[in-house]
């Protein structure tokens, strides 16, 4: 299993300019997530997806957009590339299932992007 | 609003002591509270995680302490190692229902082992 895979690794964008993120998963989890990792902040969650087809909010999803049309991918639209969204970018799935077991909750990260946005 | 509030954010250690990482959550209906660690260049990684209706767990040399009554949890690493240097956050989520499976992260540690 690859995991979690996401491209590219790094990305430079001038303003205005628009890209997709992109991220894919091999091991049939129900469950995916986009977030934002800034010096000091922590993660914070821009969207995620309990299901092909489902998709909702996280914590900034303002300038970028997302899809979920198979259950292995879950890419990441930044339509408008603005300074403020210059990030490293993390993907993460998880099974998405209620019960004790931490396997159940565990989400499973990708190497991150980097993007910059000038 | 920040939901999982986490201190210090760096922490020095030497080689052989004990790190302690604090984090603190005013959410009472959070019901699963891991910690993750990532390394320079890579994403977090699951390291222990803890629920609510245990005051602590230990895997190996790392420990979750949890006091539910002052809505704490904290991060113990016995003999610390240089290979321990890496960020550490905390997190939080409310385990059911619409948000089974958000995590809510503290802002992270960054953890330094002197050899």
């Known amino acids: 299993n690859a995991g979690v895979t996401q491209t590219p690794k790094f990305r430079i964008l001038k303003i205005g300019q628009s890209m997709t993120l992109q991220c894919t998963q091999d091991?049939?989890?129900?469950?995916m997530y986009w977030y934002r990792q800034d010096p000091g902040m922590g993660l914070k969650l821009i969207y995620y997806?309990?299901?092909?087809?489902?998709?909702d909010k996280g914590e900034v999803p303002n300038g970028y957009n997302v899809s979920r049309s198979t259950t292995e991918d879950f890419p990441l639209r930044l339509e408008l590339a603005a300074p403020s969204q210059t990030s490293v970018y993390f993907c993460?799935?998880?099974?998405?299932?209620?019960?004790?077991?931490?396997?159940?909750?565990?989400?499973?990260f990708g190497p991150g992007t980097r993007l910059t946005v000038l | 609003q920040q939901q999982v509030k986490q201190s210090p954010q760096s922490l020095i250690v030497q080689k052989g002591g004990i790190s302690i990482i604090n984090c603190a959550y005013e959410?009472?209906?959070?019901?699963?509270f891991p910690w993750y660690q990532q390394f320079p260049g890579k994403g977090p990684a699951l390291l222990i995680a803890?629920?609510?209706?245990?005051s602590e767990k230990k895997e190996g040399r790392f420990t979750i302490s949890f006091n539910k009554s002052a809505k704490q949890f904290s991060l113990h690493i016995m003999d610390s190692q240089p290979g321990d240097s890496a960020t550490y956050f905390c997190?939080?989520?409310?385990?059911?229902?619409?948000?089974?499976?958000?995590?809510?992260f503290g802002r992270g540690t960054q953890l330094t082992v002197w050899p």
């Open positions: 803890i629920r609510p209706d245990v």
């Open positions: 091991m049939n989890h129900n469950y």
């Open positions: 959410n009472t209906a959070f019901d699963y």
């Open positions: 997190a939080a989520s409310i385990d059911r229902g619409s948000t089974l499976g958000r995590l809510y």
């Open positions: 997806s309990v299901g092909a087809g489902i998709t």
């Open positions: 993460a799935s998880s099974l998405g299932l209620a019960g004790r077991l931490s396997s159940y909750n565990e989400q499973f």
